[in-house]
């Protein structure tokens, strides 16, 4: 096969068992177009790996090992690590896990990884909730989001966990956010993160039509909305010192973002005051640590 078909082979191939309009299935279509056939896949449970198809089936034509939810990070260290021993020290080793699967439940073997910095990349698609179990909070859903362990009668009032700041203080080369909605900057980032070495760390916004009760043609409009409001600003952290916001349009209110979907219908008038308050720290707080240097797009 030469480069180019290579090149424009496409790695997800139809049927696969995600409800229509999955944010996570995008993100993995445009997180493979970059890193290419030569990868190896570690994913733990999560909608991922029961829509990826029953033995023999795959809609990924790349390896897979599917592991047992806390151990993501370290199998994928010693599938590395295997490979390594081989003389192969070519292959990308992509951790790939939802969000119970990163912040939750998966958070002290990547944080051992991260520690080592051994040579891996994670990626965690993030869909704010436990999905594939019935639409269960994590630590990373939204104040004030419905789910149904978070019903209309007790919204989760803890605010999310920020993954980022916590892998950027073990000082890894790289740390980023991405998302759907921006997939050129997905696809910089991804090519970026694939060519470094150690442990590299991208959290990856992934809208989900399901859980998140919007309509499945707009899974890429929320996303975009995300990044206009900031609910999910981009940005790189290199070495966890030096931190780079990335191109976004003129920030706005979190009113569009909040209204198309219908986890957050029925919110309390002090609910949607303090969800806009913490978009507005969190990005202030973002730009400090950004210093003055600030690209637009
Ligand atoms: C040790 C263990 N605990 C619980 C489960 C049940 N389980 C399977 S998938 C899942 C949800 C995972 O949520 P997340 O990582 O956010 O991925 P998503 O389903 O949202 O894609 C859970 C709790 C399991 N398989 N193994
Ligand atoms: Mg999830």
């Excluded at 910095?117 to 965690?124: A, G, P, Y």
Aim: charge should be neutral; include cysteine; charged fraction near 20%.
């Amino acid at each position: 096969m030469n480069e180019q078909a290579r090149r424009e082979r496409e790695l997800f191939t139809p049927g696969h068992y995600g409800c229509p309009g999955c944010g996570a299935a995008l993100a993995m279509r445009q997180t493979l177009s970059v890193l290419g056939e030569d990868t190896i896949i570690v994913m733990p449970a999560g909608c991922w790996s029961t829509f990826i198809g029953i033995y023999p089936y795959s809609c990924l034509t790349v390896p897979v090992v599917s592991v047992a939810f806390a151990s993501t990070a370290g199998v994928a260290a010693g599938v590395k690590g295997g490979l390594t021993i081989q003389g192969n020290e070519h292959t990308t080793v992509l951790a790939w896990a939802g969000d119970g699967g990163t912040f939750d439940i998966g958070l002290q073997a990547l944080s051992g990884v991260a520690e080592r910095n051994e040579d891996i990349l994670f990626i965690c698609y993030d869909n704010e909730a436990y999905m594939n179990t019935g639409i269960q909070r994590s630590s990373a859903t939204p104040a004030g989001g419905w789910t149904t362990t978070t019903p209309d009668s007790a919204r989760k009032t803890q605010r999310k966990k920020n993954i980022v700041e916590i892998m950027a203080a073990h000082r890894i080369p790289y740390t980023a956010t991405a998302c759907i909605g921006a997939p050129a900057d997905l696809a910089k980032k991804v090519g970026r993160a694939k060519a470094l070495r150690g442990t590299r760390f991208i959290h990856l916004f992934a809208s989900c039509p399901t859980g998140w009760r919007h309509a499945t043609e707009l899974s890429l409009e929320v996303a975009r909305e995300a990044i206009k409001s900031r609910v999910f600003p981009l940005y790189e952290v290199f070495d966890g010192d030096t931190w780079k916001i990335s191109p976004m349009p003129e920030k706005e209110p979190v009113d569009s973002y909040l209204k198309i979907q219908g986890r957050f219908k029925n919110m309390s008038g002090s609910q949607y005051q303090d969800f806009q308050k913490q978009v507005d720290e969190d990005w202030e707080r973002l730009l400090e640590r950004c210093g003055p240097v600030r690209s637009k797009e």
